[in-house]
């Protein structure tokens, strides 16, 4: 099992600034992953994260507006940069030791 | 088309009613199907999974999957209050460990 600590749990923020959210797993894993949960949306997939390594992002999705770091086997962060309305969104963490596991989500609103 | 496509619902039965959750998926490949329930203000937890055909007990949980229709259920039975969060089908995503969702089904089950 995995146990991820994630933060902030919630944030309102100003368009055009950034907001770095922190995930924290209680083991070692290999990769992570950064999920966004919009209203009424399924959970999709922005990026794959491996220590020592780029992330890897998902179609629509692009580094310069959602850096990620991977400095470590235990820790990740996702930054949502220039933010804007649209980017009002539950951000999730997980990670897959035998299943996936997840984050309690930090729930952005930009205003 | 969507991977996996999920009636959002929401859903609300009264307390000791049988629920029915359905979703329907594209990729004829999948072997693995899970259901995850997410409560408010929480991440998405494992409740079950099956692989290929057939069913899945657990307790009150029974997952079904018709590869034939491509048609994934969850039934849950004797429905308690505690029972409401939103229910989310998944499956593998062709990228490796990461999951394809559906939109999720909001169940409330009153007393």
Redesign the interface.
């Known amino acids: 099992s995995a146990v991820i600590s994630q933060k902030p749990s919630r944030d309102i923020c100003q368009r055009g600034t950034s907001l770095t959210i922190q995930c924290q797993v209680d083991s070692q894993v290999t990769m992570m992953f950064w999920y966004r949960q919009q209203p009424g949306q399924s959970l999709t997939l922005i990026a794959t994260a491996n220590q020592g390594s780029e992330a890897t992002y998902e179609s629509g999705f692009v580094i310069d507006k959602f850096p990620i770091s991977r400095p470590n086997l235990t820790f990740s962060t996702l930054t949502v940069s220039n933010m804007s309305p649209e980017d009002s969104s539950i951000y999730l963490c997980s990670v897959v030791t035998g299943q996936a596991f997840f984050g309690q989500g930090t729930r952005l609103t930009v205003v | 088309q969507?991977e996996?496509e999920?009636d959002?619902g929401p859903l609300s039965v009264p307390e000791g009613a049988i629920v029915s959750l359905n979703c329907t998926y594209s990729n004829s490949a999948f072997q693995y199907f899970?259901w995850y329930r997410q409560y408010s203000?929480?991440?998405?937890?494992?409740l079950m999974?099956t692989y290929s055909s057939g069913n899945k007990e657990d307790g009150r949980f029974t997952a079904q999957v018709d590869k034939s229709s491509k048609y994934i259920s969850l039934f849950i039975r004797d429905s308690q209050p505690s029972d409401s969060a939103t229910y989310?089908c998944a499956t593998p995503?062709n990228?490796?460990?990461?999951?394809?969702?559906?939109?999720?089904t909001s169940l409330l089950v009153t007393p």
Do not use: D, H, T
């Open positions: 969507k996996v999920q959002p899970m203000r929480k991440g998405p937890e494992l999974y989310l995503s990228s490796g460990y990461a999951l394809n969702f559906g939109k999720g």
